[in-house]
């Protein structure tokens, strides 16, 4: 099976860059398809159409939800690069090194914008609607499986946290939208 999708090799680097994947990157995604599909594939049906054209919708699907996990997880953490104009080093008396971050003017908007964000979550008046918020945009747990652990429906969690993604827009968006357009200082 894997023999047959590599001879797919150049038209998945090109699905991945199509799909917004870096150049540096695309190889990488390609390569963890495989490792996936060897992994978890137990059935060869699931992969190919036949016995040589594999079933590219299924190649594409993975390569799309590792992209789409790398992507949730990359925003998570924030990085700094030494290289930033931002990330300076300087050496403390005890000759330790000390890593300091100078704030920008965009980062010290951002930091703003998502004290309004908690702060108006925390201005919510019932503690499931807190609760259920928290849970969902703090956490990696998907939709249906925070409605399997919780005995909610997943049609309930998804009208609930559409909600509260309005109620945001209504209460924060015009400061959403001076961020975006760069206005920092009327946030």
């Known amino acids: 099976m894997l023999e047959i999708l590599a001879k797919y090799h150049k038209e998945w680097v090109l699905m991945g860059k199509a799909m917004g994947i870096p150049d540096d990157l695309v190889e990488d995604f390609v390569q963890e398809c495989y490792i996936r599909i060897k ?3 137990k059935d060869d049906s699931m992969i190919m159409f036949n016995e040589t054209e594999p079933n590219k919708f299924y190649f594409y699907r993975t390569l799309r939800n590792l992209w789409m996990d790398y992507n949730k997880e990359k925003f998570k953490f ?7 104009p931002n990330f300076y080093i300087t050496q403390t008396t005890e ?63 998804y009208n609930s946290l ?15 939208e001076d961020y975006l357009n760069e206005d920092y200082d009327k946030i």
Do not use: C, P
């Open 95 to 157: 000759g330790l090194v000390d890593y300091t971050v100078i704030k920008g003017e965009k980062d010290l908007a951002e930091e703003k914008l998502l004290r309004l964000v908690e702060n108006e979550v925390k201005s919510w008046d019932y503690w499931y609607d807190k609760k259920l918020f928290n849970i969902y945009y703090h956490t990696d747990i998907t939709m249906r499986k925070l409605a399997e652990e919780t005995g909610i429906s997943v049609s309930s969690i």
């Open 39 to 41: 992994k978890y594939v």
């Open 78 to 84: 924030n990085f700094s690069s030494v290289d930033a």
């Open 162 to 176: 559409k909600n509260y993604r309005q109620r945001l827009k209504d209460e924060i968006g015009e400061d959403w």
